[in-house]
């Protein structure tokens, strides 16, 4: 582990001891989204449990949304997405006996990811579906390029920074940009939603 990281650990291990003394600490709210939980009966998840999880974790307002593991909550605010992710994951290894990756996202960042939308004036058929693959870190230029040759005329995807925007033209299950694939072709481990997750979970910081 990478010294910076110990003395964010160190600083966050303060503030939730001075939490736990119900002493007022600026927060800030976060999305964590959860990689291959309750999918085909494999690592099952109950949500009130991951919630219970984020709670042992000092976290607070905390709220999930469907089974596919999208959690918002508040943290300290000077603690950094990656560490959040990193001390999410550390407890549902040590909690369900199982490796489950975690992506962390300001709210900022999510409003970022909405407003930046690349397909935002392309007018969907019933068929066509849009998606958001989430990244752990920026992919390469060289990792892009090897996925641009697999572009084909049945789906459309753009890569933005750590997102990839992703336009199914005949439903997900049949694009060849699965999140395995886009895992594999650009080397970051990625999870997946739908348009309709990712402007519901936004919608939510709100209320």
């Not at 990756?101 to 407003?115: F, G, K, L």
């Not at 005329?153 to 997900?172: A, H």
Request: charged share 25%.
């Amino acid at each position: 582990m990478e010294r910076s990281l110990l003395l964010n650990l160190s600083d966050y291990g303060k503030i939730v001891k001075n939490l736990s003394k119900n002493e007022v600490h600026p927060m800030k709210t976060n999305i964590a989204l959860l990689r291959g939980i309750n999918v085909s009966g494999q690592k099952l998840i109950k949500m009130e449990h991951l919630r219970a999880l984020f709670a042992e974790l000092h976290f607070q307002n905390i709220r999930s949304y469907i089974q596919s593991g999208n959690v918002i909550f508040d943290a300290p605010l000077e603690s950094s997405t990656t560490l959040l992710g990193g001390l999410i994951e550390d407890a549902i290894k040590g909690t369900f006996g199982f490796d489950v990756p975690v992506i962390v996202r300001t709210v900022d960042e999510i409003e970022e990811v909405v407003t930046r939308n690349p397909f935002a004036g392309v007018e969907l058929s019933k068929e066509e579906k849009f998606y958001v693959s989430f990244l752990t870190e920026e992919p390469t230029a060289e990792a892009i390029a090897k996925l641009d040759s697999f572009k084909n005329d049945v789906d459309d995807y753009i890569v933005q920074n750590r997102e990839v925007y992703i336009l199914c033209r005949v439903g997900y299950g049949n694009s060849l940009f699965s999140n395995n694939f886009l895992e594999k072709q650009l080397r970051v481990t990625a999870t997946t939603r739908n348009w309709n997750t990712v402007n519901k979970l936004l919608s939510m910081t709100k209320s």
